[in-house]
């Protein structure tokens, strides 16, 4: 009896967790993309946002929702004395949520993100972070930023910003960086399991193609950085491939014509992967 009772209450939870918390998450987020973008953030963006004030008018429509969900889900917090506003909110969620939208919203594969689904908070600090990787670690690191996702600790994932960085790239893309870019595209690599530099995609030949490609495009910037030579991709890249995946999603959506006509094989996997094609905006 105890045992049947046990199983009862498993499939319950089952059923709850897989079915019913989808599903009322599902019904909240199209009631929240249902309501109006405020004419005074579309002002804002057009102002403060390069990569938003490129983008086709088709595609800001869809970018307008995902914001909203974005804002409603994600908690920002403020740190060393620095006070969140709306507008640091749409700075970041504008730029992340670019990651996410598409030009076909009814793709035969869908992104696999689900709004970053393991990551709760994202706090800002006004200007570089001094960070220890581990407790015991007796020197620090100066970030502009920091990923971190929750399910392998049981906490919820977090991301780290330096607002001083955040607010020199947003409408800036001379510098061909972006910290929001950079950040995000890690959480899309952290979605399902470690960080690798290939985030998960629909089969195996197509990750296979993505690794080969990836990995001749990461030893080609390695060799051009050691031996001195101007590079599109920025040499951060060089770290190892997960940040290559990083700075290479920078390259695709601040230097994309660039990008096309020199590592083009390397652009069409981003381009499948993100379904946009920066290069026609």
């Known amino acids: 009896m105890f045992n049947f009772l046990f199983l009862l209450v498993i499939v319950f939870f089952i059923i709850v967790y897989y079915f019913v918390l989808p599903a009322k998450i599902g019904q909240k987020r199209k009631e929240i993309s249902n309501n109006s973008f405020p004419k005074e953030w579309v002002l804002f963006l057009t102002e403060n946002v390069y990569l938003y004030k490129k983008l086709p008018s088709q595609l800001k429509k869809q970018l307008h929702s995902y914001i909203q969900i974005f804002l409603a889900e994600k908690e920002f917090i403020g740190k060393d004395g620095i006070k969140i506003t709306e507008e640091m909110k749409l700075i970041v969620a504008s730029q992340a949520c670019l990651l996410l939208i598409e030009n076909n919203p009814n793709p035969v594969e869908p992104k696999r993100s689900n709004y970053f689904p393991y990551l709760k908070y994202i706090y800002i600090y006004p200007d570089r972070i001094a960070h220890k990787n581990k ?55 952290q979605e399902f399991g470690n960080a690798t530099g290939t985030p998960r995609l629909s089969n195996l030949e197509k990750t296979l193609v993505w690794q080969k490609i990836f990995r001749t495009e990461y030893d080609n910037l390695c060799d051009a950085v050691s031996k001195g030579k101007e590079t599109i991709i920025d040499s951060y890249g060089t770290q190892n491939p997960i940040e290559f995946f990083a700075v290479a999603t920078e390259a695709f959506f601040l230097k994309s014509r660039l990008l096309a006509v020199y590592h083009p094989l390397l652009y069409e996997q981003l381009s499948q992967y993100y379904h946009l094609d920066p290069v026609i905006w």
């Open 135 to 189: 407790p015991y670690q007796e020197e620090y690191n100066i970030l502009l930023g920091q990923s971190s996702v929750g399910y392998k600790s049981g906490k919820d994932g977090s991301i780290l910003f330096s607002w001083a960085d955040v607010l020199r790239e947003a409408n800036n893309p001379q510098y061909g960086d972006n910290v929001v870019l950079h950040e995000f595209t890690h959480q899309l690599d």
